[in-house]
Structures are given as structure tokens and as C-alpha cells.
């Protein structure tokens, strides 16, 4: 079973990664074969080199994450409530929301699902 504690760490690795526009530290995170399902529903970002140019293309933006509360766990799960805000199209973007990873017994993330919609992202026309 994963350690919570080490879980709770990889999500405030994960956020402090997008604060250094850093994606191999985002990709040291996962395991080789992991999944990133960005937005839940869209084709999964399979493997850790798709994952690496996803979050790479992703920090290009500028984005930064600021959690929303404290991570919560369960089991192998960590679910954790964020805001990305942005400077998009020439102006103050944000786009809520909501996270999961499923980690290994080696506190690995095996996948990572992000909910969030069209009715989570203020300041888009």
C-alpha cells in the first residue's frame, strides 16, 4: 500500500513542478507505462514520454496551480481540488479543477484523471 504521506508529498511536487515550469519533475512522478486522462473523457496521454511533452506543452501557457483545500486519501488514491490560473488571449484566466492519482506500492502515480469543464473556466470568452 502506498504511504499516504509520501502520496500527499507527490501532489505538492506536482504543483510546485508547474510553479517551475518544470516537466521532468511532473514526469518523475509517474511510472513508465502510466496514464494522464486531461480532461476525463478525452484519448489518455499513455507512457512517460507522452505524459513529459503533455505537461511540457501545458506549462507553456504559464500556468500556475494553487490548491484548494487539503489533499484528501484513500486508499491507493489522492484527490485534490485546484485553480489553474493562466494569462490567456491577453487576459486573467482560471479553470477549476479536481484531480486524481492512483498511486503504486512504490508511491508512483500508475494514473492521473482531471475533472473539470466548460462551467469550471472563468475569464474564457
Known amino acids: ?4 504521506e509520501r502520496m500527499e ?3 505538492h511536487a506536482y504543483v510546485d513542478a508547474f510553479a517551475k515550469s518544470d516537466p521532468d519533475a ?6 513508465p507505462d502510466a496514464t494522464v486522462e486531461d480532461p476525463v473523457g478525452s484519448p489518455p496521454h499513455v507512457g512517460i514520454e507522452a505524459i513529459r511533452a503533455f505537461y511540457a506543452a501545458s506549462m507553456q501557457t504559464g500556468a500556475r496551480l494553487r490548491l484548494d483545500g487539503p489533499v484528501r486519501i484513500a486508499g491507493p488514491y489522492a484527490a485534490f481540488a485546484f485553480s ?3 494569462h490567456w488571449e491577453g487576459k486573467d484566466q482560471q479553470v477549476d479543477v479536481i484531480d486524481t492519482f492512483r498511486f503504486n506500492d512504490d508511491d508512483k ?5 482531471a475533472y473539470f469543464g466548460p462551467t ?6
Open 1 to 4: 500500500m502506498p504511504s499516504p
Open 9 to 11: 508529498a507527490a501532489v
Open 26 to 31: 511532473v514526469a518523475a512522478l509517474f511510472t
Open 84 to 86: 489553474v490560473l493562466l
Open 109 to 113: 502515480v500508475v494514473e492521473m484523471r
Open 120 to 125: 469550471n473556466m472563468h475569464g474564457f470568452a
